[in-house]
């Protein structure tokens, strides 16, 4: 897919390089729907970098486009706290501190948790197979160092769980805290190397097949925690000291 660089996004002072993904807009979506749906990506992919300065002025530059539908991006994402309108009207991405990563880890075990076993009952047998092709994409992508793919396919796996509950109304709120966590999970992702111990969605998918909601809710927690979650207060703060 084309992509595009710029330096220097906010300010000469933001040494930061942003690299996104310019794609051709879908048919029938609108360009503030796409422009969203871009910068949204982005950052879940950790392309914006906690505390990150952005301006409408230089996203409609990097995205070549107007800046009426970048600003109503960055009011969405704001309203979503994947970014934040500081009183000087300066747009930022949210800083991460071992207190915030612990709240929005604790949030994530417990809605998350909650939407899988909800969802337990509606997942079929061949729901599980397409489980168990992303799981070995996500593996293959650890294997390659393939950070995006990684982080997509780690999601699309939870994703589709908890979306076959056709009552969720979770996913909204458990994006958010994705939304929150991407422009730190990049960097820990890089700084802690193999840190999979065990693979939880082996674990998912035998308590999915076993229709067991209690090992279900153990493996989903313990994908969490295994992962960034596992990071005490010293090892956040030295990861973003050296990012």
């Given at each position: 897919?084309?992509?595009?660089?710029?330096?220097?996004?906010?300010?000469?002072?933001?040494?930061?390089?942003?690299?996104?993904?310019?794609?051709?807009?879908?048919?029938?979506?609108?360009?503030?729907?796409?422009?969203?749906?871009?910068?949204?990506?982005?950052?879940?992919?950790?392309?914006?970098?906690?505390?990150?300065?952005?301006?409408?002025?230089?996203?409609?530059?990097?995205?070549?486009?107007?800046?009426?539908?970048?600003?109503?991006?960055?009011?969405?994402?704001?309203?979503?706290?994947?970014?934040?309108?500081?009183?000087n009207?300066?747009?930022?991405?949210?800083?991460?501190?071992?207190?915030?990563?612990?709240?929005?880890i604790?949030?994530?075990?417990?809605?998350?948790?909650?939407?899988?076993?909800?969802?337990?009952?509606?997942?079929?047998?061949?729901?599980?197979?397409?489980?168990?092709?992303?799981?070995?994409?996500?593996?293959?992508?650890?294997?390659?160092?393939?950070?995006d793919?990684?982080?997509?396919?780690?999601?699309?796996?939870?994703?589709?769980?908890?979306?076959?509950?056709p009552?969720?109304?979770?996913?909204?709120?458990?994006?958010?805290?994705?939304?929150?966590?991407?422009?730190f999970?990049?960097?820990?992702?890089?700084?802690?190397?193999?840190?999979?111990?065990?693979?939880?969605?082996?674990?998912?998918?035998?308590?999915?097949?076993?229709?067991?909601?209690?090992?279900?809710?153990?493996?989903?927690?313990?994908?969490?925690?295994?992962?960034v979650?596992?990071?005490?207060g010293?090892?956040?703060?030295?990861?973003?000291s050296?990012?």
């Amino acid at each position: 897919m084309p992509s595009t660089m710029i330096k220097n996004l906010a300010n000469p002072a933001d040494r930061t390089q942003l690299m996104m993904e310019r794609t051709k807009r879908p048919d029938g979506v609108t360009t503030q729907e796409h422009i969203y749906a871009l910068l949204r990506d982005a950052i879940m992919l950790g392309r914006f970098r906690p505390g990150m300065s952005v301006t409408i002025r230089g996203l409609a530059e990097l995205l070549e486009t107007s800046p009426t539908p970048v600003r109503e991006a960055l009011r969405r994402l704001s309203s979503e706290n994947g970014l934040e309108l500081l009183p000087n009207r300066r747009i930022v991405v949210p800083t991460m501190t071992p207190a915030r990563l612990e709240e929005l880890i604790e949030t994530r075990v417990e809605l998350e948790s909650f939407a899988a076993v909800r969802a337990l009952p509606f997942i079929a047998d061949k729901l599980i197979d397409e489980l168990e092709e992303i799981d070995a994409r996500v593996d293959q992508a650890v294997l390659d160092g393939d950070r995006d793919t990684q982080i997509r396919h780690n999601q699309l796996f939870h994703r589709m769980i908890y979306s076959a509950n056709p009552d969720n109304v979770t996913m909204p709120m458990v994006e958010s805290v994705w939304l929150q966590l991407g422009p730190f999970l990049r960097i820990a992702l890089r700084e802690m190397g193999d840190f999979y111990k065990i693979d939880r969605h082996k674990e998912a998918v035998s308590a999915l097949r076993a229709r067991d909601p209690e090992l279900l809710r153990a493996a989903i927690e313990a994908d969490v925690r295994d992962g960034v979650g596992q990071l005490g207060g010293d090892a956040v703060a030295t990861i973003l000291s050296e990012s």
